[in-house]
């Protein structure tokens, strides 16, 4: 047990409390952790399907599988991580269907943090040119490649997680993201 | 751009974003060739940017909670209304007289 005067303690013990409440059925405390959580689980459907329409449909089928599995969920991962693992099958789910939407820009309307050289105008310039084009070369790797950077790079997962979330083996994912980085080097030359 | 700087390229990519070593087979390719140095480096920027992006939240479509909330709702009226008697009395009475029906309509031979 953490020191319970800790505020990062107190917010964690709340948390469980309010996962507890759900667990049983208690609406309410599940509508708190859903306002709470529900940004972080649209800006990865965001990233993974690209279309704001499909992403707001995947986050909304996300908390309602969040919602009829919370009972099973052990509480051994932290809840944002077991959110985004949801919200990882439903967009590939959602994806499988909507294949029309596929294309779409993955970041179009993502606002990044400001660059960190802000005091010296031409670098963050350039940092924002690359940002762009960053965007643009992740739009172009095809699906499955664009999932792996996006859970690796952006979101710091490990290889098993990928693998595990996606239902593929440990290798098929390396290869991905080997593959997917190659192309984006290769891209962002070809686009300098 | 060789051969080698093409087969070289996700390996260096790995290793700019990772902070790895490049593969030994193409090491020695690459401490030598300022293609690949310049790639290494480009690569080791976009990975500094994809790791920036982690910090990124978008705000969720402002009806979300109400959708999400609303679909609980319609699901737990549905599951209620099983739960009624009533409902169990009215299915068994549609589904007797479904098959009532289905008897007693005339069949050419």
Known sequence: ?????????????????????????DRSAFAVLLREHQDEVYTLARRLVGDQHLASDVAQEALIRAW???????????????????????????????????????????????????????????????RERLRLALDRIPDA??????????????HAEIAESMGISVTAAKVRLHRARGRLAKDLEETA | MSVVCEMAAPFIANSAVDGGEVLPLFRSHTATCLKCQARHAAMARIARELA???????????DLEWRVMSSLDGELAVSRSWSRPIAWLAAVLSMTAAVLIWKLIPRRA
Do not use: C
């Not at chain 1, 047990?1 to 059925?25: C, F, H, T, W, Y």
């Not at chain 1, 490649?145 to 979101?155: G, P, S, T």
């Not at chain 2, 920036?52 to 402002?62: C, D, E, L, Q």
């Open chain 1, 1 to 25: 047990m953490g020191n319970p005067s800790d505020p990062g303690q107190v917010e964690k013990n709340r948390e469980q409390e309010l996962i507890a409440r759900a667990q049983k059925g």
């Open chain 1, 68 to 130: 009829r599995a919370l009972p099973k969920f052990r509480g051994d991962a932290r809840l944002s991580t077991w959110l985004y693992r949801i919200t990882v099958n439903t967009a590939w789910t959602h994806k499988k269907r909507a294949k029309r939407h596929q294309g779409a820009s993955i970041d179009d309307h993502l606002e990044l943090p400001a660059p960190v050289d802000a005091g010296h105008p031409e670098m963050a310039g350039e940092i924002l040119e690359l």
């Open chain 1, 145 to 158: 490649q664009r999932e792996v950077v996006v859970l690796k790079d952006i979101y710091g997962w490990s």
């Open chain 2, 52 to 62: 920036a992006m982690g910090s990124v939240r978008v705000a969720a479509p402002t």
